[in-house]
């Protein structure tokens, strides 16, 4: 289904979620902003009656004239005090802060009721996107701003009432301006939306790529792939540039014609005011007045352009989200949803003419006319090829999706007539690929409770059902092992084995005693003592209860009631383990190909063997104090401790400083200087103007105050007159074009530092060590929201601060000079109360900063939760867990909106001050320049042009201090971007320099040897991993690794491709420490299949070519002499590699072939042709070494024969390291190492090993089918 994302009107997005206490304070904030609008043309009236009088001055008038000055002066200081009062952006404030909540709320409560299909287009970095930039452009524009926008609009409504009150001529002729504005920036600012719409969706589709990227590390590390998925952003972040180039183009339009719109309505306004004076229409005090009304009333409505461009961005940020919020899945997941719940259920499952095809591969024939009947408390199994369609029949049970037709009934009832989450909470489910979430051994097991009573129980009362689910999916002792025990945080469970990780699933999935299990290769990544153990749990949880498990390990599924042989999504066979070898059919075959020869097999013997496997090890673990201090050693120089404590974090930016972090910034846009220097020239130049602005002021005031009564002087009068007229037409133009010309400079500059920093810290990312992303601080959801918002903030310097900070620069040195050369006395004593000034605003940054730098941990871990939720959707959805999720969430978001509502309050109050001081230093010019005319010691004319310097001087520095809480943001984003771009890690495969020390093999004879090596995690240094492992492979052997689940294999695989260092003993390869190496050539020699297969959102020809080193090819590479495994791989060589893992067929049957798009994380296949698929990726670079890491556990049987036998052939020449619970995959293995708790407890041939009768005798006897 194609959702049309509608952009929504400002008042929905305002008002969408505001309650009836915000509304009061909207309504509070709104007449509060109206009455500080209505004070500023207030306080010109009085200015210009001031004028007015000052200009008529006699001696006759002075003594007069000084109380008047007096009570005017007054006047003004009442002004200001009503302003503090009526101060207007609290109550925007702290609506803004709440409503900004309910919105990200709402979103990811919105995002959690979506059915599966919905995440096939919107992945979790899309997500992240929308939370930390999207919601952040709504609270933005619905905050603070909306009372500036409300103050403008009064200052605009107001001063041309009073103008038009005093000289309604000269009111309709400047009233020009109003529709010249409005048409610029309603028609430029319609273009602008567009573009910056396009570059945000570029923006979203990029952070899908970087969650893709970060979370599959280890892959994109082994293979090498950092520069091919830089590329891939790189391209996305250009693509995003042009859009903001165009975006930046139409903006500095914008900002040209404003300003000269505006600043020609002086010139304008100046010659028909100077009529209508000598004329005698009108006197000078009135068009004084008249004038800066409409002058301040032009800028106020030229002010609104900020407030206009930051409410566009909030409804095209909003056009997102609200697409989201109004999206209604076709399937209701909430708890309170209507639909059949019944008190109990029997479980008996139909399957009745069911067709299906996957919405995003709708041209391929999943399921055709399947009929299936489970009766209730029995076991079904469903065997077959992968991608036969077995997964597929658990995912309509999940009502992950609806069949295309037919009808599947629960209980004689069809499944769309329950309650989803009822149905779900009927239902037990353990996928193919075990999912863990950041949270605790007991938290991620109790997750499993959801819907159950004992859910809402305390934690102590549930701690015995949680360790009981742990002993059933032996699970227990592993996690008594850790340090923390049931409190030991996973993260993504990373750090554990991936029979660690299945065997936690399991116990999720069997705690509250499902009446139905769905079991998906289950326990596909258990050694076979934990599964024979957990088989047996399961097979004593099931009686009663329906169960499908879906398995190619036949071991585990031939005591079920019914077999189903599937084919291509039709039933082949269907029977008892024993009927169907009877019928010496497909399954007969399929029993046959896991069949292990062995003699003299007795079952007291594997008992024995088994038992071997399980007692608690003998060999000695080491806790003496040199492997403690190596520990701490290899820890602290594998981790970078990065510093989230606020006060510390506060600290570390004030020992760096943000303006010498600003100066980095600008060092990485060097490449631009050419534009920065151009762009600050104009800012200069736009600032030194202002303050003639002030020179032509006070020289048309004064002149207008000029005796006119003759003819002769009339002339002279407007002689004069127009003559200022004319530099006012110079300097408007002057003004138009150089600030046209900065914002183009300044934003093609900021676009193009934007793409820069994105790049470079995207690429960074990328560099670090695999410990370094095992860090809970580093998770996933945390690195795509940093790489949001880190480089958006800092490019702001250039779009935002630099624009600013030149022409604040130019204006202060010409405004101060000409204040103090026109009347040093006036400029000195207004001066005076600039420090002031600067204190209050520099309180508030203070403030703003310890805010920010507080929250900002905050909305990670919130961000976190969403992105992690989103990533794992099909989990989170089969536990129900989606209002847990919203509630976890809403915890988090507690703290920051509290922090933020005493920002609010303290900043408000630093916002009034300010405004407060700026009505008293004019009471103070009013009450002392009043003084020193009365004295003689100033002119009116160099008053005036003092007077107005000073203003302009002091408007700038509200403004650059306004900014100053943008160069907070940047010092502390660029002081992250900085810290991790310069990062050193032990292994850079950027660092030249680094490099130019390694060891580059001039041939490779892998020789492998461990040498009683040592190893923890540096995450987890107390839990020993490796206690002292011996193993040598020689070239061209084929080896196998084999024992229970956290024995340590798969972290032997990751030690010998350099992603983490040991902490004791040597790991060499051809008689080389792997550490001395050169890495990127080092890696380029293995070919990896892990575990998990990791594929991308790119095309399956890319995915398959993932696995080449280099990023081009030459025409002759076959006849070149670059090795093999470093060439780009041809079409022919991919479609080899495809053939020989047993994929290839699968591929040509596609509409698009290798063309075809895979879905993020291979969404959409099976986890067998995922897996194939990985095989043809490791294959394709033809490396001298291969690695798998249980290659064929999500295989069938006929095709783990097929890709068995040609891995057997492709293992020729080369070394094989291999991993497998399947002992029929490593029997033919040259040599096999059994391991137990981190050392070799066990070696030889698989026949010297069955001889001994020892763990390896007892590991192959249980998986005899025979």
């Excluded at 529709?179 to 570029?202: A, C, H, K």
């Excluded at 090819?1113 to 670059?1122: G, L, N, R």
């Amino acid at each position: 289904m194609v959702h049309v994302v509608h952009r929504p009107s400002y008042l929905r997005v305002l008002l969408r979620f505001a309650t009836p206490l915000d509304g009061v304070l909207m309504v509070l904030g709104t007449v509060c902003a109206i009455a500080t609008g209505v004070f500023v043309p207030i306080l010109i009236m009085l200015f210009g009656n001031f004028i007015n009088k000052l200009g008529n001055l006699d001696p006759s008038t002075f003594a007069s004239f000084e109380g008047s000055v007096n009570h005017t002066s007054l006047q003004v200081v009442y002004l200001g005090i009503g302003t503090f009062f009526a101060s207007s952006g609290i109550c925007w404030k702290l609506t803004s802060e709440t409503t900004g909540r309910r919105l990200r709320e709402a979103y990811i409560r919105a995002v959690m009721r979506q059915d599966v299909g919905f995440f096939d287009s919107v992945g979790a970095g899309a997500v992240s996107a929308h939370i930390m930039v999207d919601c952040r452009l709504v609270q933005d524009g619905t905050g603070e701003k909306v009372a500036s926008f409300i103050m403008h609009l009064t200052i605009f409504v107001a001063g041309f009432v009073v103008a038009l009150a005093f000289i309604w001529k000269l009111a309709l002729v400047l009233s020009i301006i109003i529709p010249l504005l409005v048409l610029v920036v309603s028609g430029l600012g319609s273009i602008m939306r567009t573009y910056t719409r396009r570059q945000m969706s570029v923006y979203a589709r990029a952070a899908d790529l970087a969650e893709e990227t970060f979370s599959t590390i280890r892959t994109i590390t082994a293979f090498m792939a950092q520069k091919r998925m830089s590329s891939l952003h790189n391209r996305m972040m250009t693509r995003g540039e042009r859009y903001g180039l165009r975006k930046e183009a139409v903006n500095s339009l914008i900002w040209g014609l404003q300003t000269f719109i505006t600043y020609s309505s002086y010139a304008l306004g100046f010659w028909y005011g100077a009529r209508l004076v000598s004329q005698n229409d009108a006197d000078a005090g009135s068009v004084v007045i008249v004038f800066f009304t409409v002058l301040v009333a032009a800028f106020a409505i030229s002010s609104l352009s900020v407030e206009l461009t930051a409410f566009s961005a909030a409804t095209t940020a909003a056009s997102a989200l609200f697409a989201t919020l109004d999206r209604e899945p076709p399937m209701d997941v909430s708890a309170d949803a209507p639909g059949y719940r019944p008190e109990t259920t029997k479980g008996q499952l139909s399957f009745k003419g069911i067709a299906f095809r996957y919405p995003d591969r709708p041209e391929v024939q999943v399921l055709k006319n399947f009929d299936l009947e489970i009766p209730a408390g029995t076991s079904c199994a469903l065997v077959g090829v992968s991608g036969s369609g077995k997964s597929t029949i658990v995912a309509l049970l999940e009502r992950f999706y609806d069949p295309d037709a037919g009808t599947i009934t629960l209980d004689g009832t069809k499944l769309q007539d329950y309650q989803l989450c009822w149905l779900r909470q009927q239902i037990g489910y353990v996928q193919q690929e075990p999912v863990l979430f950041g949270a605790t051994v007991t938290q991620n097991v109790a997750y499993g409770l959801i819907g159950h009573p004992a859910w809402h129980a305390s934690p102590e009362e549930q701690r015995p059902m949680i360790i009981e689910a742990c002993k059933i999916a032996c699970a227990h002792d592993f996690i008594m092992a850790m340090t923390d025990g049931y409190d030991t945080f996973l993260g993504d469970g990373g750090m554990l084995s991936g029979g660690q990780k299945q065997r936690v699933a399991i116990a999720r999935a069997i705690i509250k005693n499902p009446r139905i299990l769905l079991l998906d290769e289950a326990t596909s990544a258990l050694d076979t003592a934990s599964e024979f153990e957990v088989q047996r749990a399961i097979d004593r949880a099931v009686m009663g209860r329906t169960t499908i498990s879906v398995s190619h390990r036949l071991s585990t599924i031939r005591g079920c009631d019914n077999i189903v042989v599937m084919d291509k999504g039709r039933i082949l066979e269907a029977g008892t383990h024993e009927s169907l070898i009877a019928r010496r059919g497909v399954y007969k075959h399929l029993v046959e190909s896991q069949a292990i020869s062995a003699t003299a097999h007795c079952a007291h013997d594997a008992a024995d063997a088994l038992a071997k496997a399980e007692a608690p090890s003998a060999h000695p673990q080491q806790t003496n104090q040199q492997v403690e201090e190596a520990i701490a050693a290899v820890t602290a120089a594998t981790i970078a401790t990065e510093c989230d404590d606020p006060a510390q974090l506060e600290m570390l930016l004030g020992q760096r400083g943000r303006f010498a972090q600003a100066r980095q910034v600008l060092r990485w846009a060097k490449p631009q200087a050419g534009w920065l220097a151009l762009g600050m020239l104009c800012s200069i130049v736009f600032g030194a103007t202002q303050p003639v602005f002030a020179i032509l002021f006070g020289s048309l005031v004064s002149n207008l105050f000029a005796q006119h009564r003759t003819p002769e002087e009339v002339a002279e009068f407007r002689r004069v007159a127009n003559g200022w007229i004319i530099w006012f037409f110079i300097v408007a133009a002057i003004e138009s074009v150089v600030n046209a010309v900065r914002h183009m400079a300044f934003g093609y500059a900021s676009q193009k530092l934007g793409t820069k920093l994105r790049q470079l810290y995207f690429a960074a990312h990328l560099r670090q060590e695999i410990a370094w992303f095992d860090l809970e601080d580093n998770a996933t959801g945390v690195l795509v929201s940093n790489l949001q918002s880190h480089p958006q903030l800092a490019q702001s310097l250039i779009g935002v601060v630099l624009v600013t900070v030149g022409e604040f620069m130019a204006l202060c040195v010409f405004g101060i000079a000409i204040a103090l050369f026109f009347s040093w006395r006036l400029g000195l004593v207004l001066l005076s109360t600039m420090p002031l000034i600067v204190l209050v605003h520099k309180l508030r940054m203070y403030l703003y900063e310890r805010g920010m730098i507080t929250v900002r941990k905050y909305y990670e871990d919130a961000t976190q939760v969403a992105c992690e939720a989103v990533a794992r959707h099909r989990t989170v959805a089969s536990l129900t867990r989606e209002a847990h999720v919203v509630e976890t969430y809403h915890r988090c978001l507690e703290k920051p909106q509290r922090i933020g509502r005493a920002f609010a309050f303290s900043s408000s109050f630093f916002d009034a001050l300010a405004q407060t001081i700026m009505y008293l230093m004019c009471a103070l010019a009013f009450w002392y320049g009043g003084r020193l005319t009365v004295r003689f010691q100033v002119e009116f004319k160099a008053f005036m042009i003092s007077f107005m310097a000073i203003v302009f001087t002091m408007l700038s520095v509200g403004r650059i201090f306004g900014c100053l809480p943008d160069i907070s943001k940047v010092g502390s984003a660029a002081a992250n971007i900085f810290d991790l771009i310069h990062r050193k890690t032990q292994d850079d495969c950027e660092d030249e320099a680094l490099l130019a020390k390694k060891l580059q093999l001039q041939t490779v004879q892998p020789r492998i040897r461990f040498e009683n090596v040592r190893f923890s995690y540096p995450a987890r240094p107390e839990q020993p991993i490796l206690t002292g492992l011996d193993l040598a492979i020689s070239p061209g052997q084929t080896v196998a690794l084999v024992g229970p689940s956290g024995a340590g294999k798969s972290s032997i695989m990751q030690l010998l491709q350099g992603f983490y260092r040991p902490i004791m003993g040597t790991i060499t390869f051809d008689g080389h420490d792997i550490t001395t190496l050169d890495i990127p050539q080092y890696r380029s020699l293995f070919g990896v299949v892990s575990q998990e297969p990791n594929l991308f959102h790119l095309s399956i020809r890319d995915n398959i070519a993932l696995g080449s080193f280099e990023e081009a090819a030459s025409a002759d590479d076959a006849a070149s002499a670059v090795p093999r495994w470093k060439r780009r791989p041809t079409q022919a060589m991919i479609e080899a590699a495809a053939k020989t893992a047993n994929i290839h067929d699968f591929i040509a049957a596609l509409p698009q072939g290798y063309d075809t798009i895979l879905s993020s994380h291979g969404g959409g296949l099976s986890g067998g042709q995922k897996q194939r698929l990985a095989i043809a990726r490791a294959l394709v670079r033809n490396p001298p070494v291969l690695l798998f890491d249980e290659a064929t556990s999500a295989l069938d049987a006929l095709s783990e024969r097929v890709v068995s036998d040609a891995l057997a052939v492709a293992a020729r020449g080369r070394t094989c390291i291999s991993i497998s619970h399947k002992i029929a995959t490593v029997k033919d293995a040259d040599w096999i190492y059994v391991l137990k708790a981190g050392f070799v407890a066990e070696q030889g041939t698989h026949y010297d090993l069955l001889r001994r009768r020892g763990i390896y005798f007892g590991l192959a006897n249980q998986q005899n089918l025979s």
